[in-house]
């Protein structure tokens, strides 16, 4: 068992008290097997090992002793640099995957073949005349087709060396230029990550600074083959967000319910999940339910509150823990942040784990296999198995914890645009630029990314966000930090309060404007993970809108609690654009001191962007207002 205090693992009750139902009831959760760990290895905190090759694995005497050199000859710079590409190349393989899945979806929409339809039409076209397919005359199914065709180009070697058309689309040509004299502009997404993994392979590429050069190459390729083509394809299927009020923390399980929780990141399940779940209702009120109570956790968590308004039960530290109440029904999972150790804790209670993705498997898991072909038929037969599940609960280790939040979801950038319209209809952009301009809104902060067992859950994340909405900081959330900062009760209109006087008056007076019954929340959910992409059009739109450089923003981004891959690959397109990037710690690269500098130094001077490391919300958060002051001045406002 752990040695630290619940208090010390989590800053929410909620969990704190599941953590203790977990011992009492003898189960082993990621704080366990986190103790367990130590010490980690030393080595591999800081990336000086190598397992590349059969001769290894290799590990460098951090003190400047000896092995001072791998096997093959690799120095601690080469081989740091080496593995953090590998990483940025997995980070940004995950969102690669999942974009390309979205168009294969897309094209089965539009050809009849899975139950999915063009929600949005006006992103449809708007996406599409972004990146030069004519909408003109033609029906929405044929702009689909061609658009589909345009997005798969993107993944293909044969255009001739062009910027991928994602990327060019969405980013000022400054950033295009800049890129291409750096040489990290992308022409084509699996080339590129394939020829990653190649040139850290045994013998091929040993330089430090261009293996560096290549992280950053993957955050393009993270950012535009990945993040922005999924969100625009999700957004036309399922239809672009729009603010809605739920709520989040465990407390939203409904003892009297079928409890099923859908956890993962790609919404076309989930999407069917929700939609069967209404309509087998009267199934489960036969089997002595009053109804089903779904959630969401992670990045489909996210999906689904920000187009259905589903509750939030928590992030990646939180799905064990949603077992642990013994209310849990079922939890669905398809890819990504899906802890194995699920099947482990249901196993102690009666909790269905259902996994559905064919790369997504789990050993003891119930597996159903999801097509999109067959997507109703198989949603049905998920919830039909959450229900019987729920003919077996144990009800004397039903605890649920009477602890939840309202939250406010669903801001993308085109709902933020409709809300500043309440206020200038003919020129939308234009109160908040002026109100950044006067200085009652201070500057605008990027929040992303995980938790990570390594830091207490919330407690770096949510002091950092409170410190900077007091200091007037617009902040925009996605990812699993959005739930952490959700059920620290920072995203409902009564955080405003906390904000400074011009701030506070800014929200008050849209959401005044919109008929909200009070501010709009201080912070702003803007999805999944997938969808930090959203950040970066809204910056654009506010660069582009003064006439300035992104690098010239009084803007930042910050990933307070990384833990995978992809938060790295993310935090790596966050300084292409050319934002000050904090994050919590260094992706295990403090081995070489050459690629250190090249992340928190040098980039700056070659893209305007970089990485910047500090562990203490406060200290990060005075660091972040000092580096808005700088470029306030710098535009003179």
């Known amino acids: 068992m752990t040695t630290r205090k619940p208090e010390d693992k989590n800053i929410d009750p909620a969990i ?16 366990d097997r986190y103790e367990a760990m130590q010490p980690q290895c030393g080595f591999g905190e800081l990336g000086i090992c190598c397992r590349n090759c059969l001769q290894g694995p290799c590990r460098i005497d951090p003190f400047g002793g000896e092995p001072s050199h791998g096997i093959c000859g690799a120095d601690a710079d080469t081989i740091v640099a080496r593995n953090l590409l590998r990483t940025s190349a997995g980070g940004a393989a995950t969102h690669c995957d999942h974009a390309f899945e979205t168009i294969e979806m897309l094209l089965l929409a539009t050809e009849g073949k899975a139950p999915y339809q063009i929600t949005d039409v006006d992103k449809l076209k708007a996406v599409a005349e972004r990146v030069g397919v004519k909408t003109s005359g033609k029906s929405k199914e044929r702009i689909a087709h061609d ?8 993944y293909s070697p044969s255009r001739e060396n062009k910027p991928l058309s994602w990327l060019e689309s969405s980013v000022p040509p400054e950033r295009v230029e800049t890129w291409k004299k750096v040489g990290i502009l992308p022409t084509d997404g699996d080339l ?14 040993h ?13 393009l390729i993270d950012a535009y083959s990945g993040l922005k083509l999924g969100t625009d394809f999700q957004d036309i299927v399922f239809g672009t967000p729009r603010p809605v009020k739920t ?66 039960a928590g992030n990646y530290l939180t799905q064990e823990f949603a077992v642990i109440t013994g209310a849990l029904d079922a939890i669905v999972v398809d890819v990504q942040c899906v802890m194995p150790s699920l099947v482990d804790v249901a196993n102690c209670y009666h909790t269905k784990v259902i996994t559905t993705h064919e790369i997504g498997g789990m050993r003891g898991a119930t597996h159903i296999p999801f097509a999109a072909e067959t997507a109703d038929e198989d949603a049905q037969k998920i919830v039909r198995l959450a229900i019987e599940a729920f003919k077996n609960r144990i009800p004397e280790k039903v605890q649920i914890p009477n602890v939840k939040t309202e939250m406010w979801g669903g801001f993308s950038v085109e709902a933020i645009i ?16 002026d109100n950044i301009k006067a200085g009652n809104i201070r500057g605008l902060v990027g929040m992303v990314g995980c938790d990570n067992t390594r830091f207490k859950d919330g407690g770096i994340s949510v002091p950092l966000a409170e410190e900077l909405i007091k200091e007037g900081c617009l902040i925009y959330v996605g990812g699993c930090c959005a739930h952490a900062l959700g059920r620290a009760g920072l995203m409902c209109p009564d955080a405003a309060a906390g904000a400074s006087d011009g701030l506070r008056a800014v929200l008050q007076a849209i959401g005044d404007a919109n008929k909200l019954g009070g501010p709009l929340p201080p912070v702003l959910h803007m999805g999944s993970c997938v969808d930090n992409s959203r950040v970066g059009d809204l910056l654009v739109a506010v660069a582009n809108y003064l006439g300035v450089r992104i690098q010239d923003l009084p803007a930042a981004a910050t990933a307070p609690e990384l833990m995978h891959e992809k938060a790295v690959s993310i935090g790596e397109w966050a300084v292409d654009l050319g934002l000050l990037t904090h994050i919590g710690m260094a992706p295990f690269c403090g081995g070489s001191g050459l690629v250190t500098k090249i992340l928190t130094d040098d980039l700056e001077g070659l893209v305007g962007g970089k990485f910047y490391v500090e562990s203490d919300p406060h200290v990060a958060a005075q660091t972040i207002l000092a580096h808005i002051d700088k470029k306030r001045a710098a535009l003179g406002i």
Not at 253 to 260: A, P, R, S, T
Not at 418 to 433: F, G, H, I, R, T
């Open 16 to 31: 704190q008290q599941m953590i203790v139902k977990g011992q009492q009831d003898g189960v082993t959760v990621c704080y």
């Open 147 to 154: 658009l589909a065709m345009k997005a798969y180009a993107d």
């Open 192 to 205: 590129e990550i394939r020829r990653a993994m190649h040139e850290t392979s045994n013998g091929v590429d």
């Open 207 to 219: 330089d430090p600074v261009k293996l560096s050069l290549q992280c950053a190459k993957m955050g």
């Open 247 to 312: 709520s989040a923390n465990l407390g939203v399980l409904q003892e009297d319910k079928v409890n099923i929780a859908v956890h993962g990141h790609i919404p076309f399940l989930s999407e069917k999940i929700v939609e069967w779940a209404r309509k087998l209702e009267p199934e489960a009120k036969k089997a002595g339910a009053k109804g089903i109570q779904l959630c969401g956790i992670c990045c489909t968590g996210n999906e689904v509150l920000m187009r259905h308004g589903v509750p939030s």
């Open 418 to 433: 409709e809300a500043l319209a309440a206020l200038d209809a003919k020129d939308p952009l234009k109160p908040l630029v």
